[in-house]
């Protein structure tokens, strides 16, 4: 799909929206769905299969569609540029997941809004790895995944560690909380952007989310923690 296509796809033959989101857009789109590819091969690896991943279904192309909008009416102005000047050299250079974080630690020591824009970058080439190899496990029948905290995993993670979903639901809602005691006091993440079907949580975060097949399936339910997740904001009373 070109970038007209896609312009004209989100934004309709009027062109009722900017030309600088449609401009946003149209730069954001091609590099969120290449990282989608590594993440779909990278979901295939993770189930022992060589088999290609697909990604022509037009329901796929419609989601990608769908998230980069939304993404993309978050942010204008000066960011704008900045987060298109990072995805434009991530795109030209093959950056990888782990490249972009090292450009968030790099930018952190410079310029606020640069920094800001590695960090989101960093955030959405994570998010859509992450729903590549999501889209994988399901397209090869995989019931349920299970949340895997990563290396210097915050403590809500670390809650979230060992949950197991179905396939087609989420580890959090917008609008719950991820509840956890910290030496006696209640802290609480609240989802606000998006429901959490697959990490990241937050921007920094480097957690996955592993396939669990059925024959597994009973056995990583029954190791799964106490569920952190309190629906629609509602945090415990601390436990006395």
Known sequence: MTDPDIEQLIFGPAGDWSEELAGLVATIRPQ???WYIQGGAQGMERLGLVASFQVSNPEIAAQLDSYTFKFATQI????????????????????SAAELRKAVLAAGKGDVGLYRAA???RRESVHAVEAGAHEAFKQQGVPATVWRSGPSA???????DGKVISIDDSYARVGD???????????AFRVGYEDVSHPPLHPFCRCSADPVELEDLAEARAAAPA??????GVTPEPDH
């Open 32 to 34: 969120l769905e290449d």
């Open 76 to 95: 204008g102005g000066t960011f704008a540029d900045d987060l298109r000047a990072v995805l434009k050299t991530a795109a030209d250079e093959g950056w």
């Open 119 to 121: 960090m989101i970058a």
């Open 154 to 160: 915050c403590e809500f993670c670390i809650a979230l």
């Open 177 to 187: 909380t991820v509840n956890v005691d910290v030496d006696g006091k209640q802290r």
């Open 227 to 232: 569920d952190p997740v309190q629906p629609g």
